[in-house]
């Protein structure tokens, strides 16, 4: 705008154009890049689309995607939680032990998931009480909670585990012509819980009002270290979900399970358009972040590059990402 | 000024705030009558963010009594202050730049529909902002736009408008005019001006003499934490005050 004063007074609540609009929208702009691979891959191999390939790619990315929902809460809140990978593993672990003990499936989960929403509150309680720094707080608790792993276990996975409980991560549903696998469906319907919580609550306008300026945000009268607790118990939470589906699909509760998955779960979210600054981006965006990676992953696979290439691909699409991102918000 | 304006609306009584060893305030005394316009000036330091922080509820004072409308009230939270009716408008805008417009208007008092009390209503939070800009005649872009790409008038606009339909009887403003440009800050002087028609009084931190003698009532200055000076606008000169703001003897 090179004349501030005649703008102002000119665009009375115009619209802005279509274009601006749509290069303003991250969402669109993730589409474009996801239909953009789908297409190519298409175009290259026999067997990127076809159904069988396409719900493996769903199955594959649905624990991390979900894992994801919560880590995006905590992001837009203005923290980073690290203790998800170790959260995922953590309530795999405790439903695994509780399982070959002889507990029901039920108790078993909704306990290995209560573990895991506490670990979480823990994080907030150290983030909003103690003032610690998340990226610290929660590195603690990544470190403390991979330590349970291995205490708990004594280094050994869990196998064995019940058939009812391996349905969790192996069912698929018919719909239509289709066999939609369970993980895919509940990674749906996460995010729209997630996007319902963030878009329309109360609850959701203040998570961004803290990541967006907390200063503003306490002087509004919000109770920030409320916000943040929730954000942080909702990430343990949600990441003992993805955990759980994982052990699932898996059939094995293995102590060295998800290692490393909190970078994978920052990356969708941050691939998605989630500033890490905080105050901006959506479930949506963590949801096709995580598809990016998927099918990125996938293609070399069926492009026949080795698999040890995958993580500087990963890289490369993280800072590309994350580059037109920031080229986006500067130019509009 | 109309008779039934004997009786001060806000009336801080020997107010002290001490950070540490640090005397931010001491023992000040400050009133706002009905529909007066208060300017609150003095240099870096001299406590006039601690005192308006005081009356919006961010800070407590250390000693020192608060009176709203004669009744004796603590003012704990800033939800305290916006329920018995001060509004505070803050120098650093306190604005949430990657949300939009009325998001920004209803920050922490998002109006609520259905039976959970959860959900936010987003369709009357747009009316409530449409209306209210029209009414004061500020100029935004389209509502959807996040804060981010306002230009800074039209983010003091969106500042100050959303204080106003809560019908709080006090205003405060920290330093209103201060980023602002010639034509901006005149706009921001008639909306001053068009709160106090409305019935509202309004305190206005400000460096800015000469905005300072065209919209306040009164004058007061602080210095060193203490009120040195309390002057009705038609009795003193600016060099008066910039005196008493930096000290008699300095000059």
Known sequence: MEHPELSSQEERYVEPSFAVRLARNQLAALLFILFGMVMVLSLLTRTFLTANNIFNVL????????????????????GIDLSSGSNMAFSGIITGMLLNSGYSITFSVILGLAVTLLVGFFNGIMVSKAKLPPFIATLGTMSIIRGFCYGMTEGWPIRSLPRGFLALGQTDIHFFLWRIPLPAILMVIFAILCFILLDRTKLGYHTYAVGGNEYAAGLAGINTGRVKNIAFTLSGLLAGIGGILMTARLGVAAPTAAQGYELDIIAAAVIGGISLTGGE????????????????????????????WQPAAIGAVIIGAVMIDMYRKRKV | MDPEARQPILSLRGISKYFGGVHALENVDFEVYPQEIVALVGDNGAGKSTLIKI?????????????????????????????????TVYQELALIETRDVPANFFLGREPVRGRLGIFVDRKKMVEDTVRTLKDLGIVLPHLRTLVRYLSGGQRQALAIGRVMPWGGKVIIMDEPTAALGVRESRKVLDLILQLKEKGCSVIVVSHNMRHV???????????????????????TTPDEIVKLIVGAEML
């Open chain 2, 213 to 235: 003698f065209n919209v306040a009532d009164r004058i007061v200055v602080l210095r060193g934490g203490k009120k040195v000076g309390d002057k009705k606008k038609n009795e």
């Open chain 1, 281 to 308: 981006g959506n479930v949506w965006g963590a949801l096709i972040g995580a598809a990016i990676m998927q099918i990125l992953r996938n293609a070399l696979v069926l492009l026949g590059f080795p698999a040890y």
């Open chain 2, 55 to 87: 009356v919006a509820g961010v800070y407590q004072p250390t000693k020192g009594e608060i009176y709203f409308m004669d009744r004796p009230v603590e003012i704990h939270s800033p939800h305290d202050a916006q329920n018995l009716g001060i509004e």
């Open chain 1, 59 to 78: 199955r594959a990315f649905s624990w991390i995607a979900i894992a994801s929902f919560g880590q995006s809460i905590v992001i837009i809140s203005g």
